[in-house]
C-alpha cells in the first residue's frame, strides 16, 4: 500500500491527483503543520528536509514532488502519465518538470517565505524579496501561457494529458492571490486551469483535502 504524507494545498496535491489518476489504491496521512508536525522527530526520519510530502511505497520512502511524480508515472506506465522513454517527447516532458519545481516553485518559495532569504526582523528586505519573487513569477507564468498559444494543444505538452499538468495547476493556483495578474488572468492559461480542473482526479484530490473556493 501507497502511502503519501501530506497537508492540504501544499507541494503533496500533484501527487495526490496523480494517485487518484493512475488508480492505485494509496492512504493519506496527514502531516499537520499547525502543529509542526513536519518538524517532528518522526517525521524527519522519513524526510530529514522537514518538507512535504513524503511517499511510502512499500520499502521506499521518498520525497521531492518532483522525483515522486517520476516515481508514479514510471512504476504505473499503463495509466500514461507521461511521453515514452527515449522520444523527444520524453525530454520535453522532464523539462517541463524540472523547470515547474527548479523555477516557478523555488521563486514561489521566496515569494511565500521571504523571511528565510533575509537577516531576522528585517521586514524592509523581507518586502523586497516577496516583490522580486512575484515579478518573477509573473515572467514564468508568461512563459507558460506562450507555451499553450504556441502549440494550440490543450496541455502544457500539447495534445495529451501528462503528470506536468497537475503539477503546473498546482502552482498556478499558488498565485491566486496574487495582487497582480495571478494565473487566471492570462488567457491561456485560465482555460488549461478549468481543463485540469475538470478532471475527476483532481476533482476527487480537491474534495479530499476540502480546498475552499474559488479553486485558483
Known amino acids: ?9 501544499n507541494a503533496s496535491f500533484t501527487p495526490h491527483v496523480l494517485l487518484h489518476e493512475i488508480g492505485a489504491p494509496f492512504a493519506l496521512q496527514l502531516v499537520d503543520r499547525t502543529q509542526q508536525a513536519q518538524k517532528s522527530p518522526a517525521y524527519l ?18 520525497y521531492e514532488t518532483a522525483a515522486i511524480c517520476l516515481h508514479l508515472v514510471d512504476t504505473h506506465p499503463a495509466a500514461g502519465l507521461a511521453p515514452a522513454l527515449g522520444t523527444p517527447e520524453r525530454a520535453h516532458f522532464y523539462k517541463w518538470l524540472v523547470w515547474l519545481t527548479n523555477t516557478l516553485q523555488a521563486t514561489l518559495i521566496h515569494y511565500f517565505y521571504p523571511d528565510r532569504m533575509v537577516d531576522a526582523g528585517d521586514a524592509a528586505a523581507a518586502a523586497q524579496v516577496k516583490a522580486h519573487a512575484q ?3 509573473g515572467q514564468c507564468l508568461e512563459q507558460i501561457d506562450a507555451q499553450l498559444a504556441r502549440h494550440g494543444g490543450p496541455w502544457l505538452l500539447g495534445e495529451t494529458y501528462s503528470a506536468v499538468d497537475p503539477y503546473a495547476f498546482m502552482l498556478c493556483r499558488w498565485t491566486r492571490g496574487f495582487s497582480a495578474r495571478p494565473a487566471r488572468e492570462h488567457a491561456h492559461i485560465a482555460p488549461f486551469l478549468a481543463r485540469v480542473a475538470a478532471r ?10 476540502q480546498l475552499p473556493q474559488p479553486l485558483y
Request: charged share 15%.
Open 1 to 9: 500500500m501507497i502511502t503519501l504524507h501530506y497537508y492540504p494545498s
Open 45 to 62: 526520519r522519513l524526510n530529514p528536509n522537514g518538507t512535504i510530502p513524503v511517499l511510502v511505497d512499500g520499502d521506499l520512502v521518498l
Open 135 to 137: 515579478a518573477k513569477v
Open 200 to 209: 475527476p482526479a483532481v476533482q476527487r484530490a480537491v474534495a479530499a483535502e
